[in-house]
């Protein structure tokens, strides 16, 4: 018994290196790699003996060589927990996207926070001495870092009530009232990523997507409905014209048959009838400036085909009183013939 007192018995710090231990977990690792002997025992013991001591904590090399490696592990630990549990979580099929992102983001958070209380566990961090740090720490989340805390908890509630999704068109208005019209490729815990169509990617905050208004083109429905403007002479045939809409629009491989393009007759404008194509299409994200384009490219060769014009605005003058501007006319005729005081004249020449 005396014998294993012995064995158990921590042994002494070396001489100049009173004071408590920064990380108790070190300490216990020292303890039971001392206790077992060797060259490794002799190492650990060299590097905990070089130190110094702040107030009334130490801090050496094998203290900081074991936060390291704790560190370390910590974050492989996570990753690796992290990747497996998307797997996992991927592997369900009876999840759709917006669930299984939430999932993975809820599953990451909690296996970062699970393997940051095992690695305070191992290090032997007493909490309580932390008390002045975490206040501190609280106040800087109140002021400085409240914009990330926010966009954190925004990206979370837009994906448990899954008003946007990856793979939805949305178009975001910023406060200048400028507008970026893109599909969603992810949304991460500060910002969503949305890519436009000249392949430009924007990284809005997920708190911006919560306060501004957001126009999402495939939230309960792909089908988005397209106009495109047309004008056409007053002395054209206006059931011809109509039919030649249609079917400009329905020549188009992305319009939908279903609801059927339609032409609506807007006004009586100042050069002609005012109309507009209405066609639906279904896979927003691929840019409707295009669909336009072809419809209107395919309409006017059919117009030509069949002779009806396209009005060309067209400007009038006419002047009231002509005698006004004659007299204008005259005197500046009469200045023009007039010689400069400096020109000597044709009679002088």
Known sequence: MARLLTRTTPTPAPSGTDGEDAVAGADVLKDVVIENGGGVARLVEQLDAWGFTLGSTRFSVWTL??????????????????????????????????????????????VWALAILVGIDLLGIDLTALTVFSGAFGLAIGFGLQKTFGNLIAGIILLMDRSIKPGDVISV????????????????????????????????????????????????????????PVRVSFDSDMTLAEELMMKAARSCDRVLQLPPPTAWLN?????????????????????????????????????QEHGIRVPVPRREISLRDAGDI??????????????APHDPGPAQA
């Open 326 to 339: 004659e007299q204008l006319i005259s005197a500046a005729r009469q200045r023009a013939e007039t010689p």
């Open 173 to 228: 208005a910023d406060q200048a009232g400028l507008t970026t019209f893109g599909q969603i490729r992810k949304i991460g815990i500060r910002a969503v990523s949305v890519v436009t169509r000249d392949e430009k990617e924007y990284l809005i905050p997920n708190e911006n997507l919560m306060i501004n208004q957001v126009e999402n083109w495939s939230y309960s429905s792909r089908q988005v409905r397209v106009q495109v």
């Open 65 to 110: 060589l074991v936060i390291v490696l704790v560190l370390v592990g910590v974050y492989l630990f996570a990753r690796v927990g992290t990747w497996v549990s998307r797997k996992l979580i991927r592997r369900l099929s009876a999840l759709d996207a917006t669930q299984r992102l939430l999932s993975e983001k809820l599953v990451s958070i909690t």
């Open 267 to 303: 006004a009586y404008g100042e050069f002609g009838f005012e109309y507009n194509i209405h066609c639906w299409i279904d896979d927003p994200e691929m840019g409707v400036g295009n669909v336009r384009s072809e419809v209107l490219k395919t309409l006017w060769a059919l117009f």
